[in-house]
């Protein structure tokens, strides 16, 4: 499909229609799509459209587990799933207005009075009756109706893939966070040892008197130092894991954890133009969708000006004799037809349609508004894994370099060319290189879900086509 007759499909509908009462006609639109994407980050995936299930490219089988868990008992997920039933019943109500109503009732009723000669008697009638009643729409506004109500359960089902899509990032980026975290905390209780041994070496020195007090001094306080952050990242750590066991619809607790975060690797960017975002994206849908809806109400509002047909059909028997109205009734039936027209109504008719033609405007702006930021995510994204896996080269080459010169410092100070100081500067330098390195790597991990997020990863596939 074409680009531009993608974006524009949902206002053609808006140049059509009657001319029951004074409407606005709606905005013009200044929504282009562009050509590319600005940065074009490889290698590509090879696949026309994101992965459905793009949360596996990471290789975790955990990662997978808890998206599969949260997708199917987070709370706000069931919440929007319970708005799509809701708003499928309320296609059935807007379509049940195009159908004929029937009712019928049996309405036994015994009576004492007087007759001429002033004396009481008793008289039991029976009645059956049925009625039919059908607006005939003439002018298509309960067709409309039927339509605005279709194209917002359309709406809330793209909202319901929206949230699923949001989650499914959520649980992913926390989960990633937190393998970061477990690796910070590796890196320090691996330190900590280191800096228990210098603690212990400077402490012997300082005993011999091969160095001084200040020595020993800032090599205890290294160690407490590092000892100070475990606590810190143990905290965070526990805090993370609640929050991703809400967001998988559990009670806080534990996670198990599955890869490391030095065997996770970003998947590789997908495939797709600027033009497929529109296709791909719940959010882009739901506000295509809601613009149809407004339209639709728009027509149906306007109609209420126009006349109204109604055709009532009734039937019934009726009898003094309740083995009569069985097997020999007296039949009785009617038929009215009706039509309705508002004369005067001080202007409220116009105004209910005004408030329906602004309402349709604002479902247009909002519509270009979500086109828009969606460019701006993915440019983002896409600008995000590119700049931070530059980034990485240059952190690892400084965390080489800093690794070089811890290396050299030890070696001074073995030989006696230099104080214990100079080697606790450079092993400060690798440590902080180090955990750089690792929130890095973390960085680039999560800009690859915003990035799946950003391309409407998950949601490409049939759900959405089917519904075009």
Not at 79 to 84: D, F, Y
Not at 180 to 194: K, S, V
Not at 371 to 383: G, H
Request: net charge neutral; with cysteine; hydrophobic share 45%.
């Amino acid at each position: 499909m074409n680009a531009r007759v993608l974006w524009t499909a949902p206002l053609v509908a808006l140049l059509l229609g009657g001319c029951a009462g004074k409407v606005a006609q709606p905005p013009a639109s200044t929504l282009t799509v562009p050509a590319h994407w600005r940065n074009q980050v490889g290698p590509d995936s090879g696949q026309q459209g994101t992965e459905r299930a793009w949360w596996a490219a990471f290789g975790d089988p955990q990662l997978s587990a808890l998206v599969a868990a949260a997708l199917e008992y987070n709370g706000d997920l069931r919440i929007a799933r319970a708005r799509v039933q809701e708003f499928r019943a309320r296609t059935v109500i807007a379509h049940a207005g195009e159908l004929p109503t029937l009712s019928a009732q049996l309405t036994p009723t015994r009576t004492r009075t007087l007759n001429g000669f002033a004396q009481p008697f008793v008289t039991n009638v029976y009645q059956g009756s049925f009625q039919a009643n059908y607006e005939l729409d003439v002018w298509g506004k309960l067709a409309k109706a039927d339509e605005a109500a279709l194209a917002g359960y359309q709406a809330e089902q793209a909202s319901a893939d929206a949230v699923a899509l949001s989650i499914a990032a959520s649980v992913a980026s926390a989960y990633l966070n937190l393998r970061g975290l477990d690796a910070q905390l590796e890196l320090a209780q691996a330190t900590l040892q280191l800096r228990e041994q210098s603690r212990e070496l400077a402490r012997r020195e300082f005993d011999i008197g091969y160095s001084s007090r200040l020595e020993l001094a800032q090599a205890e306080s290294e160690y407490d130092a590092t000892a100070e952050l475990v606590p810190q990242l143990e905290r965070t750590i526990g805090e993370q894991e609640n929050a991703l066991a809400v967001l998988a619809g559990r009670n806080p607790g534990e996670i198990a954890r599955g890869r490391r975060l030095a065997e996770l690797e970003s998947p590789a960017v997908p495939a797709g133009l600027p033009s497929d975002l529109l296709r791909r994206r719940p959010d882009i849908y739901r506000a295509e969708r809601n613009v149809l809806a407004q339209d639709a109400n728009l027509v149906a509002v306007r109609d209420q000006m126009l006349p109204s047909f109604k055709m009532t059909v009734g039937g019934g028997v009726e009898n003094f004799d309740f083995s009569k109205l069985v097997n020999a009734p007296t039949a009785l039936w009617n038929l009215t037809l009706g039509m309705a027209a508002p004369l005067y109504e001080g202007g409220r008719l116009q105004a209910q349609t005004d408030i329906a033609a602004a309402q349709r405007d604002e479902a247009i702006y909002a519509y270009e508004s979500v086109v828009r930021n969606a460019f701006a995510e993915t440019e983002n994204s896409l600008d995000a894994v590119y700049r931070l896996k530059l980034q990485e080269r240059q952190t690892r080459a400084r965390r080489d370099s800093a690794a070089e010169a811890l290396r050299i410092a030890r070696n001074r100070h073995r030989n006696g060319y230099a104080s214990y100081l100079e080697e606790l500067d450079a092993q400060r330098t690798l440590y902080s290189a180090d955990v750089g390195l690792l929130q890095l790597q973390t960085r680039i991990l999560i800009a690859s879900v915003d990035l799946y997020r950003a391309l409407g990863g998950g949601w490409s596939g049939d759900a959405i086509a089917a519904r075009r």
